[in-house]
């Protein structure tokens, strides 16, 4: 059973930073790419990058919003996937969520998501 | 980037009922189109892919189709379990942009 688990979300003041991670189990997780997608308190959801996998060179993706400020990585050996998110504003509150991309290039499973509130 | 409208925005339908929901790009992105249902207080659920095929162990009562600006996703027999918020998302360019999503409630 394919299982995303993220952790790292809390309550981060505006300017500071957070680490997001997801956990991934039940999949071969180096086979897969995979999204961070986001949902403001009442909204709809937002992309917010993409993280390929070795096979298309690991490269990534960003939504304009969180460019220059955000890095998404992975690390195959511990099937995690990260987001670095630096410079927090207000307007990246959210809750996130890590999803698998399936071998057709369409998200297929949804982690349960984490909170962050940048909030002074 | 390329837009996504959803419509309804939201729709008020009765336990049996068939329920269909309209998403229209703003330039034609193929069948290069994904929907979502999220019920409230939980994760997104993905239903289908490439506009009109099902994601593993979602009932056929849900079905797509479309393509190039115009897509539907259309739920038969309506349940309680069905209602929710549902979304599209394009994946022809980057960024990757999601409709606004339309809740469907119980009448």
């Known amino acids: 059973e394919v299982q995303l688990v993220e952790s790292g979300g809390g309550l981060v003041q505006p300017g500071g930073s957070l680490r997001l991670s997801c956990s991934a189990s039940?999949?071969?997780?180096?086979?897969?790419?995979m999204d961070w997608v986001r949902q403001a308190p009442g909204k709809g959801l937002e992309w917010v990058g993409r993280?390929?996998?070795?096979?298309?060179?690991?490269?990534?993706e960003y939504a304009a919003a969180v460019k220059d400020r955000f890095t998404i990585s992975r690390d195959d050996s511990k099937n995690s996937l990260n987001l670095q998110m630096n410079s927090l504003k207000t307007e990246d509150t959210a809750v996130y969520y890590c999803?698998?991309?399936?071998?057709?290039?369409?998200?297929?499973?949804w982690g349960q998501g984490t909170l962050v509130t940048v909030s002074s | 980037d390329i837009q996504m409208t959803q419509s309804p925005s939201s729709v008020s339908a009765s336990v049996g009922d068939r329920v269909t929901i309209t998403c229209r790009a703003s330039q034609g992105i193929r069948n290069d189109l994904a929907w979502f249902q999220q019920r409230p207080g939980k994760a997104p659920r993905s239903l289908i892919y490439?506009?009109?095929s099902l994601q593993s162990g979602v009932p056929s009562k849900f079905s797509g189709s479309g393509s190039g600006t115009d897509f539907t996703l259309t739920i038969s027999n309506l349940q309680p379990e069905d209602f929710g918020t549902y979304y599209c998302?394009?994946?022809?360019?980057?960024?990757?942009?999601f409709g606004g999503g339309t809740k469907v409630e119980i009448k």
């Open positions: 993280s390929r996998n070795k096979a298309d060179r690991y490269t990534t």
């Open positions: 490439a506009a009109s």
């Open positions: 999803t698998r991309l399936g071998r057709n290039s369409f998200t297929d499973n």
């Open positions: 998302q394009q994946l022809k360019s980057y960024p990757l942009t």
């Open positions: 039940g999949f071969t997780f180096s086979d897969h790419c």
